[in-house]
C-alpha cells in the first residue's frame, strides 16, 4: 500500500469518524446519566433531513445545522418524556423514535422536494466546505508527518474539529465540574443523587438534551458535510455502531475518540476493494458492505465481561426508602 | 403504579394507544399539506372495503403473524429480538433453496419441506446473538441488528453471485416450479365463495394461526415456557430454580428467529414464486408493534397482525391512489411501538382518573 | 394556622424552642392501607430518641416524611416550633434534617470527598468544593471520632466505615437533626457500639438524634426518650429509663411476646454435610469464601453468624448450586459436583436439598408469577407435577398449592394472586412451604425471618425446630443475633470468607460472637480486612 493510498484511507476515516464521535458523545451524556439511548440513529437520521431540507430552501449551512439540532432536540424531548417522566421502557423508545425518524424523514423530504425521499445536491454556502489549516501547505515537505497535517488533519470541514474539541470538553465536564459529578453519579446512583437534595429528573432531561444536540451536529454533519445531500435511511445504522463503540470505550471520552476512529476506518476500508486485492484478497462487493457490520459484531464479542456499564443504566428511578 | 381492571389493561390500553398514534399521523398529514380524512377513507376501503381488500390484508397479516409472535417469545425470555428482519430474509433463502431443490411433487409436501427451511434457516441466524449474549454478554439489540445488515449483504451476494440463473439480469432466484404453488384463499374450496379475485393470502394463513396456538401452548402450559417465562422475570432467580441461561436464551431465541423464518413461505413461496432482494420488505420490524400491540400474548398478537395488515395494505394503497408517500406506514407503526410500549404508564394515568371515579360512584 | 402546644411556645419564649421536631396528627395512606394514623411526637433537642416497632408499623413511612419522600395527606411538621413544608429532601436538609439510610444511599465507584459534596457543592468547578470538604472533614473527624480516608473508593470501604461517610454527609451539610434507620443491621456489635459512641458525642454536642430499629437491647442502651409505633400509630412515648425490654416488647405486638423458642435439645445423627476447604470466587475474581470447612448431622441445626458480606451468601449460593466453587462438599457421604455440569440448583435439590435463599424477592419468588407458579418454582420438574414429557400438570401444582397455604397458614388463601401481592410474611410462608414439604436431607435457611411480622417469625421458627426433630440437617444463615442463638445447636462466625471459630449457644453470648464477627478468632489471630473497623 503506498503511502498515498493510506493518506487517503486516513482522510476518510477521520471523516467517516466524526458522526460517530458525536453519536459516541451523545450516547455517553445519555448513559452516564443512566438512560440508554438506543435511539441514536433516528435522532441522527432527522437531523440529517432537517439539515440538508434548510440548508437547501435558505441556501445556509448555519440554518440547517440549528434546524438539524432542533429536530434531533425534539426526538430527544420524546425519549426523556417517555424514559424519564413516565418511566417507559427506554430500549423501546428508542426503537420506536428510529422508526418514526425513519417514515417522518422520507414524507418529509418527499413533500418539500419530490426527489424520492431524499433532498437536492447542496453547493456553496448551503454546505460546510473544507477549511485549510495554516502552514498545510508549507509544511508539506516534512517527511510523513507533512502530508499527514496536509492530507488528513487540514482540508477537513469545521463540524470535524468540533467533533475532536467535543472530546477533551466532554472529559473536562466530567470530571471536573459540579455537572459531571452529579451526571455520573445519577447514573450509578440516582438515590444518592435524589437524596443529597439534586433532581434525579432535571439531571437526566439534561443529559437527555446534550445528547439531543450532539445527534444533531452526527446528522447535519452526514447530510452537509460528508456527503452534501440527504438520502433516505443515509445513517445506514450509525446509531448502532456508535453504541457499540461506547461500550467498547468503557463509556469514556478519549476511549470514545480512538473506538470511533477504529470504526470509522473499518468503514473507510469497506469502500477501497483496491486495498484488499492490492494485499492480494479477492472479497465480493456485499461483504464489504457487510464489514463494518460485521467488525462491530466481533468488537461487542471481543470485550467480555470488561466493559462496567453505569450501574443505574436503563431503569428507571422510582422513589425508595 | 396504576393499577387498571385487568379488561380494561389488556384492551383499552392499546386501543387508546392505537387511536393516540392515529391522531399524531394526522398531525403529520396536515403538516405536509395532506388530508388526513381523505387518507383514512383510501387506506379503510383499500384494505377492508372488499373480499379483494381483505385477501391483501390477510396476506400481510399471516407475515404479521408470524413476526409478531417471534418477538412475543424472545420478549417472554426478556430478549429483545430486534433482528426478525434478518432472520425473515434469511428464512427466505432457506425456502428458496428447499423450492428449488427438488422437482416437488405436490405442495403439501413442498410447504412441510420449506416451512422446515425457512424455520431452520431463521433459527440459525438467531443462534449467534443469542450464543454472544448468553456466553459473552454482548449486547442482544445492537447485535441482532448488525444481524439485519449482515443479513441484508448475504442474501445480496447469494443472488447476484450464487443463486442468479445465467442470463438473468435482476438479483433474485429462478422462479420455482410449479409443485411449490401454494393454494390462495380464492383457491381453497368455501373461501373462494367469499374471494373471487385472485388474492395473495394464502394456506399460510393456516399455519400462522397454528402457530400462535402452539405458541401458546407452550408458553403457558409446558415446563420449557414455565421456564422461559420464569428467566424473562429475573435471571438470578432462573438460577436459583435451576433454570440454564444459556440454555433458555438459545431456546428461545432460535425459537423466535424459526418464527420469524417462517415468515417467508408466506411471502417468498406463497406470493412470489422466487427470492428477491429484500423480500421480508420490513415484516420483521412490524413484529416489535405487533407484539407490544398485542400484549405478547398469541391472541393479541393475531388481532393486532390484522390490524396492520390493514394499515400495511391501506398504506400501499395510498401509494397508488394518492401523493402521501407510503413510509406513512412506517410513521404509524414507529407511533404506536412509542405508546404501547414506552408511552404504557402514561396511557394508564390517562385512563386511571376515569376508573376512580366510576369506582367511586358505584 | 399555628396551632402552637404550651410547652413549645413556653420554650420559644425562653432562648430556644425545647424540641428539636413535633409532628402533629401526620397520617398517610397508601391506597387502602393507612401507613401512619394521626401520629404524635416530640423530640427534645439534645436527645436521642428511639423509634421501636415491627415490620409494617410505619417508623419507615414516617421517616420518609419528614425527609421530603412522600408528603403526608394531613398533619404538620414543627422544626425548633416553626411550621415547615418539606416537600422534597432538598428542603429537609434546608431544615437541618440528616437521613442515613438503612441502604447506603452511596455512589460506589467515587470517593468518600465526592460523595460527601455530591449536591452541596461550592460553585460550577469541583476543584474548589473537595478542597474545602477536605478541610471540614478532617475536622469532623476529629471532632466526633469519624475518620475515615477521603480519598478512599466506597466500594473499597467496609460497610461501618460506609456508613460514616453518610453521617459524615448529614454533618456536612450542618444538619442539626440526624436520623438513622436500622443503623446496625449490617454492624459487628463492636461497629455498633462505635457507633453509639459517636451518637453520644454528637448528642453532647447538642445534636438531636433519631434511632428507628427494632432491636430492643440498643434502645435500651441508647436512647433517652423512646416511641412505640404499631400498625401506623404511635401507641406510646416513655422514658427509656423507666421502662424495660419486655413491657416495650408488649407495646409493639399488642400481646405478651415469647422472646424466647422452645425446643428440645438436639438429637444428632448420621452425617449429612460435610465441607472441606470451600472456595468461591466472584465475578472479579475475588475470593469470597477462603477454605471454609463445616459439618452438619442429621437433627441438628448449625448456626452461621457474622456480619452481612462476609460470605454467608457465597456459602449459600454454593450449597444450594446456583455458584460454583472448588474444594469437598460431601452430602450423605457422596462428593458433589461444584463446577462441572451438576453444578447447578437443579441437581442439588434431585440431590436431597432444599434452600430457603436469603433474598425471597430476587431470588426465592417470581414476584410478578401467581402463588400456584411459585409453589412450582425450581420444582418445575417434579413428576408429580407434570402431564406429559412436554406438558405441566397446572391443576394439580394448583390443587397442591391449596394444601399448603392451609397447612402454612398462608393468607389471602388464593392460589391464583400474584406473589407480590402477598405481606411479606405471607411471601416467605409460600417460600418455606414449598422448601420443607419436599422432605430434604439438609435444609439451607438463609435470613428466615427478614421483613416477617412477629407471628409468622414465631411460626416459621417452629417449622424449622419440627423439622430438625424429624432428623434433618439445617444450615441456618442469620445476621440476627438473636435467632442464630436461639434456634442453633451449635454456632459458626464467619468473617472475611472464613470461619472464625464455633460455639455452643449454651456457653456463649453475643460479646462472645462479637468477637468472632469482627474477625477476632480463637486460633488464627485478627485477620485485617481491607478498611476493616478499627
Avoid at chain 1, 515537505?141 to 474539541?165: C, D, R
Avoid at chain 3, 429509663?241 to 448420621?270: C, D, F, I
Wanted: net charge neutral; hydrophobic share 50%.
Amino acid at each position: 500500500m503506498s503511502l498515498d493510498t493510506l493518506l487517503q484511507l486516513l482522510d476518510t476515516t477521520l471523516r467517516f469518524a466524526t458522526p460517530l464521535l458525536f453519536a459516541c458523545l451523545a450516547g455517553l451524556y445519555s448513559e452516564r446519566a443512566g438512560i440508554f439511548d438506543i435511539g441514536l440513529e433516528g435522532k441522527m437520521l432527522v437531523a440529517a433531513m432537517a439539515a440538508a431540507s434548510v440548508a437547501a430552501l435558505s441556501g445556509s449551512v448555519y440554518f440547517g445545522l440549528l434546524a438539524g439540532i432542533g429536530a434531533s432536540l425534539v426526538f430527544a424531548g420524546i425519549h426523556g418524556v417517555a424514559s424519564i417522566t413516565f418511566r417507559g421502557n427506554q430500549l423501546i423508545s428508542g426503537v420506536a423514535l428510529n422508526f418514526l425518524a425513519s417514515g417522518v424523514t422520507v414524507l418529509v423530504a418527499q413533500k418539500l422536494f419530490r426527489q424520492g425521499g431524499g433532498t437536492p445536491a447542496l453547493s456553496g454556502d448551503a454546505r460546510f466546505n473544507a477549511i485549510e489549516l495554516p502552514f498545510a501547505e508549507a509544511l508539506r515537505g516534512v517527511p510523513v508527518l507533512g502530508p499527514f497535517y496536509a492530507e488528513v488533519i487540514s482540508g477537513q470541514t469545521l463540524l470535524v474539529y468540533i467533533a475532536l474539541l467535543a472530546v477533551p470538553v466532554t472529559w473536562w465536564v466530567l470530571y471536573r465540574t459540579r455537572y459531571g459529578l452529579r451526571l455520573r453519579a445519577v447514573g450509578e446512583n440516582p438515590a444518592a443523587v435524589d437524596t443529597a437534595g439534586v433532581s434525579v429528573v432535571a439531571l437526566r432531561f439534561s443529559a437527555v438534551a446534550i445528547a439531543g444536540v450532539l445527534c444533531g451536529l452526527a446528522g447535519a454533519y452526514m447530510s452537509t458535510g460528508l456527503v452534501a445531500a440527504f438520502g433516505r435511511e443515509m445513517t445506514a445504522g450509525r446509531g448502532y455502531i456508535a453504541l457499540a463503540a461506547l461500550i467498547f470505550a468503557k463509556w469514556r471520552p478519549w476511549y470514545a475518540l480512538w473506538a470511533t476512529l477504529l470504526f470509522g476506518f473499518f468503514q473507510a476500508l469497506a469502500l477501497r476493494p483496491d486495498v484488499f486485492k492490492a494485499l492480494g484478497v479477492s472479497i465480493p462487493v456485499a461483504a464489504l458492505d457487510a464489514l463494518p457490520y460485521v467488525l462491530t459484531v466481533i468488537v461487542l464479542a471481543g470485550i467480555v465481561g470488561k466493559a462496567t456499564p453505569p450501574r443505574a443504566g436503563g431503569e428507571p428511578y422510582v422513589k425508595e426508602r | 403504579m396504576m393499577q387498571l381492571p385487568r379488561w380494561a389493561d389488556i384492551v383499552l390500553v392499546p386501543l387508546i394507544s392505537l387511536l393516540m398514534a392515529g391522531i399524531i399521523a394526522a398531525f403529520v398529514l396536515l403538516a405536509i399539506g395532506e388530508s388526513p380524512a381523505e387518507a383514512l377513507t383510501t387506506m379503510v376501503n383499500g384494505a377492508l372495503g372488499s373480499p379483494y381488500a381483505w385477501g391483501y390484508t390477510l396476506y400481510y397479516a399471516t407475515s404479521f403473524i408470524f413476526t409478531g409472535l417471534a418477538v412475543t417469545v424472545a420478549f417472554h425470555a426478556g430478549l429483545f429480538n430486534i433482528g426478525g428482519e434478518g432472520q425473515a430474509q434469511l428464512g427466505g433463502l432457506g425456502v428458496a433453496l428447499i423450492c428449488l431443490a427438488l422437482p416437488w411433487p405436490h405442495w403439501t409436501v413442498a410447504l412441510l419441506a420449506a416451512t422446515l427451511g425457512a424455520a431452520l434457516f431463521g433459527a440459525a441466524w438467531a443462534a449467534i446473538p443469542a450464543y454472544l449474549q448468553a456466553k459473552l454478554g454482548s449486547h442482544i439489540v445492537i447485535t441482532t441488528i448488525m444481524f439485519n445488515y449482515i443479513a441484508a449483504s448475504f442474501i445480496i451476494y447469494m443472488l447476484v453471485d450464487v443463486l442468479r440463473p445465467a442470463g438473468q439480469m435482476d438479483p433474485a432466484t429462478a422462479r420455482f416450479g410449479p409443485g411449490t404453488a401454494l393454494p390462495t384463499l380464492n383457491e381453497i374450496p368455501l373461501l373462494n365463495l367469499i374471494f373471487a379475485k385472485p388474492v395473495p393470502g394464502n394456506v399460510t394463513l393456516f399455519l400462522a394461526l397454528l402457530a400462535a396456538w402452539a405458541v401458546w401452548e407452550m408458553l403457558w402450559r409446558t415446563k420449557l415456557g414455565y421456564e422461559i417465562r420464569a428467566f424473562g422475570k429475573s435471571e438470578k432467580a432462573a438460577r436459583y430454580a435451576g433454570i440454564s441461561p444459556l440454555r433458555v436464551t438459545m431456546i428461545a431465541m432460535m425459537m423466535s428467529g424459526a418464527l420469524a423464518g417462517m415468515m417467508s413461505v408466506n411471502n417468498v413461496m406463497g406470493e412470489s414464486g422466487r427470492l428477491v432482494q429484500n423480500s421480508s420488505e420490513g415484516a420483521g420490524f412490524i413484529g416489535i408493534a405487533v407484539a407490544l400491540m398485542g400484549r405478547n400474548h398469541p391472541i393479541g398478537v393475531i388481532l393486532a397482525a390484522v390490524l396492520f395488515g390493514a394499515l400495511y395494505q391501506g398504506g400501499a394503497e395510498l401509494g397508488l391512489w394518492t401523493s402521501i408517500p407510503l413510509e406513512l406506514r412506517i410513521v404509524v407503526q414507529g407511533l404506536v411501538i412509542l405508546f404501547t410500549g414506552a408511552l404504557d404508564q402514561m396511557v394508564r394515568m390517562m385512563l386511571a382518573p376515569l376508573f376512580a371515579r366510576r369506582r367511586l360512584a358505584v | 394556622m399555628v396551632e402552637v402546644a404550651p410547652q413549645a411556645a413556653a420554650g420559644r419564649q425562653a432562648t430556644a424552642a425545647p424540641y428539636a421536631i413535633e409532628l402533629k396528627g401526620i397520617s398517610k395512606a397508601f391506597g387502602s392501607v393507612q401507613a401512619n394514623k394521626d401520629i404524635h411526637i416530640a423530640v427534645p433537642r439534645g436527645t436521642i430518641h428511639g423509634i421501636i416497632g415491627e415490620n409494617g408499623a410505619g417508623k419507615s413511612t414516617l421517616m420518609s416524611i419528614l425527609y421530603g419522600f412522600y408528603k403526608a395527606d394531613s398533619g404538620e411538621i414543627l422544626i425548633s416550633g416553626t411550621p415547615t413544608q418539606i416537600p422534597d429532601s432538598q428542603a429537609a436538609i434546608r431544615a437541618g434534617i440528616g437521613m442515613v439510610f438503612q441502604h447506603f444511599k452511596l455512589v460506589q465507584n467515587f470517593t468518600v470527598l465526592e460523595n460527601v459534596i455530591l449536591g452541596a457543592e461550592d460553585g460550577a468547578m469541583l476543584n474548589t468544593s473537595l478542597a474545602k470538604a477536605r478541610k471540614v472533614l478532617g475536622d469532623l473527624a476529629r471532632e466526633y471520632e469519624l475518620d475515615v480516608d477521603p480519598d478512599a473508593l466506597i466500594e473499597d470501604l467496609s460497610v461501618g466505615h460506609q456508613q460514616r461517610v453518610e453521617i459524615l454527609k448529614a454533618l456536612y451539610r450542618q444538619a442539626d437533626i440526624l436520623i438513622l434507620d436500622e443503623p446496625t443491621g449490617v454492624l459487628t456489635p463492636a461497629e455498633a457500639d462505635h457507633l453509639f459512641r459517636i451518637l453520644r458525642g454528637l448528642r453532647d454536642q447538642g445534636k438531636t438524634i433519631i434511632l428507628i430499629t427494632h432491636k430492643l437491647r440498643e434502645i435500651m442502651e441508647t436512647t433517652d426518650n423512646v416511641s412505640v409505633m404499631r400498625r401506623g400509630t404511635m401507641v406510646a412515648t416513655v422514658k427509656t429509663a423507666e421502662t424495660s425490654p419486655e413491657a416495650l416488647a408488649e407495646l409493639m405486638v399488642g400481646r405478651k411476646v415469647l422472646l424466647h423458642v422452645e425446643k428440645q435439645p438436639a438429637n444428632p445423627g448420621k452425617m449429612v454435610l460435610e465441607v472441606e476447604n470451600l472456595r468461591v470466587r466472584d465475578e472479579d475474581g475475588i475470593e469470597r469464601l477462603k477454605g471454609i470447612s463445616l459439618h452438619i448431622r442429621a437433627g441438628e441445626i448449625l448456626g452461621i453468624a457474622g456480619v452481612a458480606g462476609n460470605g454467608q451468601s457465597e456459602l449459600l449460593e454454593v450449597l444450594g448450586g446456583i455458584a460454583d466453587g472448588t474444594g469437598v462438599v460431601r452430602l450423605n457421604g457422596v462428593d458433589l459436583d461444584l463446577t462441572g455440569k451438576l453444578s447447578d440448583a437443579r441437581s442439588r435439590r434431585a440431590n436431597g436439598i432444599a434452600h430457603v435463599p436469603e433474598d425471597r424477592q430476587h431470588l426465592g419468588l417470581i414476584m410478578d408469577f401467581s402463588a400456584w407458579e411459585n409453589v412450582a418454582f425450581g420444582y418445575q420438574d417434579a413428576g408429580e407435577y407434570q402431564k406429559s414429557a412436554l406438558f405441566m400438570d397446572n391443576d394439580a401444582i394448583r390443587a397442591d398449592t391449596e394444601k399448603k397455604m392451609a397447612t402454612f397458614d398462608i393468607r389471602p388463601p388464593i392460589p391464583t394472586l400474584a406473589a407480590k401481592n402477598f405481606s411479606g410474611g405471607n411471601q416467605q410462608k409460600i417460600v418455606v412451604a414449598r422448601e420443607m414439604e419436599r422432605n430434604p436431607d439438609l435444609l439451607l435457611v438463609g435470613q428466615p425471618t427478614r421483613g416477617v411480622d412477629i407471628g409468622a417469625i414465631e411460626f416459621i421458627h417452629k417449622q424449622i425446630v419440627a423439622l430438625r426433630d424429624a432428623g434433618k440437617a439445617v444450615l441456618l444463615v442469620s445476621v440476627e443475633l438473636d435467632e442464630i442463638l436461639s434456634l442453633s445447636d451449635r454456632i459458626a462466625v464467619m468473617f472475611d470468607g472464613r470461619i472464625m471459630g464455633e460455639r455452643d449457644p449454651g456457653t456463649t453470648g453475643e460479646r462472645d460472637l462479637g468477637l468472632l464477627m469482627a474477625g477476632i478468632g480463637d486460633n488464627t489471630g485478627p485477620v485485617p480486612k481491607k478498611g476493616a473497623a478499627a
